[in-house]
């Protein structure tokens, strides 16, 4: 079984790290929700507070399958200045092993300098990641070589399909995608 990890700190954007979470789970996926720091109850941008079930300090890249990011600018920042995530982040770009970020969280992966050429993000992020290959709305969800982005809370649920479809095969996204009515994911 797959293993992700997403790595939650002050500010996240509830919607997209839930989404995600329960997402990955259906399609099997074992999630890793896990903090940046020792304080496992993290609080998102809009108040709701989750449980981490453990702590990125220690992590390596050899321990899990794909890394995935949720957004919101609190949590992005975070994630960004955090030591912890931004080495994982590397470790897992140089092994070729899968990375995900949405809305804000590309912003994260520039700062690792593991963004590829082309990428979305939630408008206006494109503005603070400064660089090429911005595709905007084009796109629910981008996957270039080990980097999957997408747009924001509005594409969580797209963003854990084709994290599911990635990790899980055809067969297992079609069954969650069917399961949970999304049917307007591409």
Same mark, same amino acid.
């Given at each position: ?33 896990? #903090? ?8 998102? %941008?809009?108040?709701?507070? /989750? *449980?981490?079930? &453990? =702590? ?37 770009? #140089? ?8 809305? %804000?969280?590309?912003?994260? /992966? *520039?700062?690792? &300098? =593991? ?72």
């Amino acid at each position: 079984m797959p293993k992700v990890l997403v790595p939650l700190a002050t500010g996240f954007e509830e919607i997209e790290a839930v989404s995600m979470i329960d997402i990955m789970r259906r399609g099997g996926i074992e999630v890793l929700v896990w #903090a940046i720091n020792y304080n496992m109850e993290v609080v998102g %941008a809009n108040g709701i507070t /989750l *449980k981490a079930e &453990g =702590v990125v300090d220690g992590m390596s890249a050899d321990d899990i399958d794909m890394i995935a990011l949720p957004g919101g600018w609190g949590g992005t920042y975070a994630l960004a200045e955090d030591e912890n995530v931004q080495k994982l982040l590397k470790a897992m770009d #140089a092994k070729g092993k899968d990375i995900g970020a949405i809305c %804000a969280a590309p912003f994260a /992966l *520039k700062t690792a &300098g =593991v963004l590829k050429e082309t990428y979305t993000c939630y408008p206006s992020v494109e503005d603070e990641i400064k660089q090429e290959g911005y595709l905007g709305d084009t796109f629910q969800v981008v996957q270039t070589d080990n980097v999957m982005t997408s747009r924001g809370p509005g594409t969580a649920i797209c963003f854990g399909l084709a994290i599911v479809k990635r990790l899980m095969g055809e067969e297992k996204y079609n069954a969650v995608k069917e399961g949970t009515l999304s049917l307007h994911c591409e």
